[in-house]
């Protein structure tokens, strides 16, 4: 059968727009219909239902009118008898819909325009629906693009088949790009949005770096060797921690590359950012250690609950690893994922010899004690008056110095000092007027309790409520500043654990929780 010119034209426009936008044919022949059903609506009345469609072999277009068989007629527009349908289509019953053919149409100026304007928006949508699928699983790759424009900074990337956008904070400091520039940069984000789908690209994230690193580097792109963390002061310096699968095979080495030409093709791509390759150690302290080069490190002592870790470094080594403005040591907190205090060799001492004059002067206080029996219960690392009074007797009977006759008489010492303190903290809790019931929760101590009333909770009720960043403190962001906000328990010095413990022990107390649900939410915490 023959084709008409304007049939196959329709058919050739169709299948140039697909080729051209990437989008499938059919999706343009649809756009296509939907623009020539507005144009008969507007010709036949708005009020009736019409379907428009294109053979896509021969480019023939149908017109027809769609109208619902109903029992009684209340808009001869949309919907007809059952009598009148059967007269045109026997088979016909209620609720079927009834296609009568319409003779084609002369597209006038308005109806042609406003079918071409659905026309482009259809394909718009269309382009942006397979941009957005083709780029949402691109997402953690690097990209190649020439700049299209730049607008405040800001830079617009053609990728050939979508745009991207790089904002002026993902480009590295004192980066310029023009019109017709290659850049190489990282997809860190694909989102839909009001005006399509946005491709976001970053020249800062840490992972740009290890994806540099992974092109320059066969063993990293083959497994063998696993970036495992990576620090980034953009335009700077930066640490990047990895760890090889093979134990024949450096990894530090196989980064650096002969005379350093892999780690120099990604600085250079980073615009000069000094980077320090660091071993990754499954111990944490050595992992620290390793990350704080090139300065030295004395001692280190790690408080795995907060993942706080103490660093001692020789006096001289101070400046070099804390770093310019803190950079060195800010940049190893964020590869370990450890907050690190960083002391000198005489801070630390100082400090011992301080904790020791505390000590020994509490137990001089409590116990009644001597300064050589204070000082001689410090330097055996007791810390507060409760350690001496529950520890074994004969543990402190061994002790030289002190011996099987001045033990009990030390123990009972401590014990009438704690009493004392108990009853103390006692009356401060009727005074505060916190509940009874408070001192009972299984992981107070009086003393927080007294310190929970005088921040306000002094119910159980009060307690349940609370959540573990109420008892142990939290950071915020406030007007750009990082704040510290203290818990009410802070100054004990509890684990996150043990808050929780005491906040599930409040709850099943006031009968929040059953014992059997707090076990389950302790564990649920646990993994």
């Known amino acids: 059968m023959a084709i008409s010119a304007n049939r196959l034209e329709l058919l050739q426009i169709a299948d140039a727009v697909a080729r051209e936008k990437s989008i499938d ?50 808009n001869e527009s949309t919907e007809i008898t059952l009598d009148e349908a059967q007269f045109s289509n026997p088979a016909a019953q ?20 406003a079918a071409k304007q659905v026309i482009f928006q259809k394909v718009r949508d269309a382009e942006r629906e397979r941009q957005f699928e083709e780029f949402k699983d691109r997402i953690g790759e690097i ?14 990337v053609d990728l050939g088949r979508g745009e991207a956008f790089v904002r002026r904070d993902e480009l590295l400091p004192r980066e310029t790009f023009r019109t017709g520039d290659r850049i190489r940069a990282y997809v860190f984000d694909v989102r839909r949005e009001a005006r399509g789908p946005q491709i976001f690209l970053s020249r800062t994230h840490p992972q740009f770096m290890a994806k540099l690193f992974a092109q320059e580097v066969p063993e990293i792109y083959d497994g063998i060797i696993e970036i495992k963390s990576v620090a980034r002061d953009p335009g700077s310096r930066a640490k990047i921690a990895v760890v090889s699968k093979d134990s024949s095979i450096d990894p530090v080495g196989a980064c650096v590359g002969m005379r350093g030409s892999r780690v120099q093709a ?19 302290a050595n992992f620290i250690v390793n990350a704080l080069a090139p300065a030295e490190v004395a001692k280190v002592v790690l408080d795995e609950d907060t993942r706080r870790i103490e660093v001692v470094v020789p006096d001289d080594q101070l400046s070099l690893a804390i770093g310019r403005r803190g950079q060195n040591v800010r940049l190893a907190s964020q ?61 402190l009977a061994e002790i030289q110095g002190i011996g099987e006759e001045t033990a009990p008489e030390l ?53 349940a409520g609370c959540a573990n960043d109420d008892l142990l403190g939290w950071n915020e962001t406030v007007n750009g500043e990082r704040k510290h906000f203290a818990g009410l328990l802070e100054s004990f010095e509890l684990t996150s654990d043990e808050a929780n413990t005491i906040v599930m022990n409040a709850r099943r107390a006031a ?14 915490t646990e993994a």
Request: a negative charge.
């Open 143 to 156: 990209v190649h693009g020439v700049v299209k424009r730049v607008e405040y900074g800001n830079v617009i």
């Open 411 to 463: 123990q009972a010492r401590a014990n009438d000092y704690l009493e004392k303190q108990n009853a103390i903290l006692e009356a401060k809790r009727k005074e505060l007027g916190v509940e009874d019931t408070m001192a009972d929760v299984e992981g107070l101590t009086p003393a927080m309790v007294v310190a929970l009333g005088e921040g306000g909770v002094k119910t159980l009720e009060d307690l």
């Open 266 to 284: 990604v600085v250079q791509e980073l615009q000069g950012e000094k980077i320090d390759i660091i071993p990754w150690s499954l111990d944490p």
């Open 335 to 395: 590869l370990t994922g450890w907050q690190i205090d960083i002391l000198t060799e005489a801070e630390e001492s100082e400090r011992r010899q301080e904790q020791f004059r505390t000590r020994t002067n509490l137990f001089m206080t409590a116990l009644d004690a001597d300064e050589t029996l204070a000082q001689l219960l410090a330097s055996e690392g007791f810390n507060s008056v409760e350690e001496i009074a529950y520890i074994a007797p004969e543990e």
């Open 511 to 524: 009968g929040w929780i059953q014992e059997e649900e707090q076990e389950e939410q302790e564990e649920a």
């Open 94 to 113: 209620t609720g079927d819909l009834i296609a009568e053919p319409l003779p084609p149409i002369d597209f006038g100026r308005i109806a042609a325009q």
């Open 25 to 74: 044919k059919q999706v343009v022949i649809s756009a296509m219909e939907e623009a020539i059903q507005k144009a008969a609506k507007s010709r036949y009345g708005q009020e009736n239902e019409i379907k428009a469609e294109i053979d896509p072999k021969t480019g023939e277009t149908r017109l027809h009118r769609l109208r619902l068989v109903v029992d009684k007629v209340e």
